[in-house]
């Protein structure tokens, strides 16, 4: 089984920075994507990023170029660097792992954390 705790949410202004962690533990050798997403109350589960093995990341329009996501520790450690906050980015934030050898391409993730809440004021 595989255990996700994200920590680093909190309140900023529009235009601040977050950075979000995950800490994983756990048998994770079989995880080959980690992702983040992103719930706002009324609105839809958003996936907002991914990371495989190799390193390679995609993200959601949403948050191309102000959003970051990397690992560390064999993904033991999911970040999420958020830049130039907006108040839409405000949701609950909750990191995801995928197992299988199909990585990122299977959208399913069997892991998830409680989540880290990020809040963004004008």
């Known amino acids: 089984q595989v255990q996700l705790v994200e920590s680093g949410g909190g309140s900023v202004q529009a235009g601040g920075s977050l950075r979000l962690s995950c800490a994983a533990s756990g048998d994770i050798s079989d995880v080959r994507c980690m992702r983040w997403f992103r719930q706002a109350p009324g609105k839809e589960r958003e996936a907002v990023a991914s990371?495989?093995?190799?390193?390679?990341?995609a993200y959601a329009d949403s948050v191309k170029g102000r959003f970051t996501i990397s690992q560390d520790y064999a993904f033991t450690r999911l970040y999420l660097q958020l830049n130039s906050l907006k108040p839409e980015d405000t949701a609950m934030y909750y990191c995801?792992?995928?197992?299988?050898?199909?990585?990122?391409?299977?959208?399913?993730?069997?892991?998830w954390g409680r989540g880290t809440q990020v809040t963004v004021s004008s």
């Open positions: 995801a792992a995928t197992s299988g050898a199909l990585g990122c391409a299977v959208s399913i993730s069997q892991y």
């Open positions: 990371i495989d093995r190799r390193g390679t990341t």
